[in-house]
């Protein structure tokens, strides 16, 4: 019998622990889709950690499972069709997927907050900002509507919005990319909650624009001393700012490190063959090495290890065996059956 | 520089901003791109980089013909293509073919693929016989990398990546000379992407391609590109060969676009200075006197306000020659040592 990834659990991403207090821990979490062609299982047993302070990256192409992986954290899965199927997301300690709706809602915005990678559609566009960012004072802390204004007022300058105290009462179109991305940052910094989840946050922004925001964003953390998961499909951004990394694919996650050993030796060919792919800025090669291939479809994910009809160093027992998460160090795991031998290639 | 197949010299694309419904007036323009001057050789590849709104995809329409400019000259082996019409434009639209960046939007949901590849036949029915077409499309879905076999199948059937494919299959239909590609990748996963890139270096080869390749990312720019220009709000700030932009950038602009871009090493992260750029790109309709990056220019004097500079090889560079001595419209153009950043 092939061994089923459900016993085997996921790789455990545990980092190293003086950084400060566990914020939320995501344990063998599940989630499919039922749809009229079938079932597409999108997380398949994820499970990572965050500490306060701490930057995790979970990194994954579309269709890995990244973003749906952080909807049903922060509980803002469409249901139906989407549906949890297991697993626990305990965020200091308590399980988030066993609360009740209103005592999550509490939570959600004033202890963990998420910034969505389209900063166009997530705001009202009929409500100034200013109204937007102070409803969530008036919500959670039962503050008059002037105050709540004048808070937003404070929170546009701390995101460094210019002339913040004219441009309060102005609607989102009425902002650039950039600046409609800042004002998604403050209302999530609005009530200083201990972690951030922000999925794709700089993606449909201009490089430049791009390197204000992330910057913004590291300092923020660091300030607040918040944990920040960045779910994101640019290994470039990983690299700039994250402690550790999971790399999804096809709904798990088949290697997980600090960043700095993950980019000096991968422990995964996906890993591997995603570096190898990407043209550099710092260096002109030759032809790209392209992974072979496509990803999986959901709905009919390859048996044994899900990326072996690409992998390069597929062998008999990738075909049939779930790979476990083989612990590749204290702080580093790989969900491939030769590991070892990525690692040393 | 091998002789160029097309020369581009002052091209202006305004498009009218109007008020009014029935007496439209007009109340000023979106200089979307406004003066740009560039050649392509033959058998080379001109990348374009700029960021969202820069002009650099009005460019790609008015090189195949989509948009007409409002000033300024195409010419095509020496002809002037902008201000041919009927017969003779269609001529020369045969061997300027374009490959768009969306595959979800760029092929019809309702033809088959055998039809979409197939359709610049119709148009173009004196470049292969009505008989030979089935045979000819079949020979492209193969060169793109497509299984001929899948001819009758729709787009929806295909992943992005190979809808892209689909795509460069119909650019490639009509054996065009020139091929615009305007962010050909950007749309596709990072695995699928050096799938395609690697296509389209290999089809350059094979057919001989001058490929203008535009797009907003500078790793895949650098990767493709034999030259570079970077645009900034309608026009051309500095163009080079790609070991003059990426090794001695000298637009401050080019500089700071150079720094921001995230490199997938984090052992460079501590020891690199990225230069943060101020403000947003000003609004096109409203572009500032002089040079049009001095809004958020750390090297901007008053002279940057009074003068427009010229996109050439700046004097005090000349000399020095190497890589620094390539064209950079600025006043204050200079290699990067560090010290008068931001």
Redesign the interface.
């Known amino acids: 019998m092939p061994l089923d990834a459900g016993d085997a659990g996921d790789v455990q991403v545990t980092g190293p622990r003086s950084r400060g207090e566990r914020l939320l821990d995501v344990r063998d979490l599940r989630v499919e889709f039922r749809t009229r062609d079938g079932v597409a299982r999108a997380v398949n047993g994820v499970s990572w950690a965050v500490d306060a302070g701490e930057t995790l990256a979970v990194l994954g192409e579309s269709g890995s499972g990244k973003s749906v992986t952080a909807q049903a954290v922060m509980g803002i899965l469409d249901v139906p069709p989407g549906r949890i199927t297991g697993g626990e997301v305990l965020f200091k300690g308590r399980d988030l997927l066993r609360m009740k709706e209103d005592e999550r809602r509490r939570i959600r915005g004033a202890e963990m907050a998420m910034i969505f990678q389209d900063a166009l559609s997530s705001l009202n566009p009929v409500v100034p900002v200013g109204d937007q960012l102070g409803e969530m004072f008036v919500v959670h802390r039962g503050m008059s509507r002037k105050d709540a204004r004048a808070r937003a007022v404070e929170l546009m300058d701390r995101v460094r919005i210019p002339a913040a105290r004219q441009r309060v009462g102005d609607y989102p179109h009425q902002f650039s990319g950039g600046m409609r991305q800042r004002i998604m940052i403050a209302m999530a910094l609005a009530l200083e909650p201990a972690l951030i989840i922000a999925d794709e946050p700089t993606t449909a922004l201009d490089v430049t624009v791009q390197a204000q925001v992330m910057d913004l964003l590291a300092e923020l953390r660091r300030e607040y001393r918040m944990g920040l998961v960045l779910i994101t499909h640019d290994l470039g951004v990983v690299a700039d700012v994250a402690d550790r990394i999971a790399v999804m694919y096809a709904g798990r996650i088949v290697e997980s490190a600090p960043v700095h050993d993950l980019y000096r030796a991968p422990a995964h060919p996906y890993t591997r063959g995603l570096l190898d792919s990407i043209p550099r800025l710092d260096r002109k090669g030759h032809a790209l090495h392209a992974i072979k291939g496509l990803p999986p479809n959901l709905m009919d994910i390859p048996p044994g290890c899900a990326f072996h009809p690409r992998c390069p160093a597929a062998r008999d027992v990738c075909r049939t065996d779930v790979p476990p998460p083989h612990p590749v160090d204290e702080h580093r795991g790989s969900a491939c059956h030769f590991w070892r031998e990525c690692l040393h290639d | 520089m091998t002789e160029p197949i097309l020369q581009v010299s002052g091209l202006y694309k305004h498009y009218p901003l109007t008020r009014g419904v029935l007496f439209k007036k007009r109340v000023g323009s979106v200089k979307a791109v406004d003066g740009v001057d560039f050649a392509l050789g033959k058998g080379e590849t001109l990348g374009i980089v700029g ?2 709104g820069c002009g650099k995809s009005t460019v790609a329409k008015l090189l195949v013909s989509l948009e007409r400019p409002t000033r300024g000259r195409i010419r095509y082996k020496g002809e002037d293509i902008t201000r041919l019409s009927g017969r003779a434009l269609k001529a020369v639209r045969r061997n300027i073919q374009m490959v768009f960046q969306d595959p979800y939007t760029s092929l019809n949901p309702r033809m088959t693929v055998g039809d979409i590849v197939g359709e610049p036949y119709e148009i173009h029915p004196e470049a292969a016989p009505k008989g030979d077409r089935r045979r000819r499309v079949r020979e492209l879905l193969d060169v793109v990398g497509l299984n001929p076999e899948h001819i009758n199948r729709y787009p929806h059937q295909f ?1 992005g ?2 809808r892209q494919r689909i795509g460069i299959a119909r650019g490639l239909a009509l054996r065009p000379e020139v091929i615009v590609a305007d962010e050909p990748v950007s749309a596709l ?7 395609v ?2 296509l389209l ?1 290999r089809l350059q080869r094979e057919f001989e391609l001058s490929y203008l390749f535009i797009a ?1 990312d ?3 720019v ?3 590109s034999d030259r570079v220009g970077v645009m900034y709000l309608g026009r051309i700030v500095e163009i080079g060969s ?1 070991e003059q932009i ?1 090794g001695r950038p000298t637009h401050p602009y080019t500089q ?14 501590e020891g690199r200075e ?1 230069i ?2 101020t ?3 000003p609004s096109p309709t409203d572009v500032p006197s002089g040079c049009r990056f001095r809004t958020r220019c750390w090297k901007a004097r008053e002279r940057c306000a009074q003068e427009v500079p010229v996109l050439a090889v700046p004097e005090p560079l000349r000399d020095l020659g190497g890589a620094a001595a390539h064209a950079s419209a600025c006043h204050f153009a200079g290699v990067d040592h560090g010290n008068d950043r931001p």
């Not at chain 2, 996963?189 to 799938?195: F, G, K, L, Y």
């Not at chain 2, 700071?256 to 992260?269: C, N, Q």
Request: charged letters at 25%; hydrophobic letters at 40%; a negative charge.
């Open positions: 960021e969202s992943s990546g190979q996963d990072v695995s699928v992407q050096a799938q890139v690697n270096d907003h500078l790793s895949i650098r990767h493709i790609d990426y700071a676009l150079l720094s921001a871009v995230p490199v997938p090493d984090p052992e460079a992260r990225r943060i750029l403000g947003d790109v």
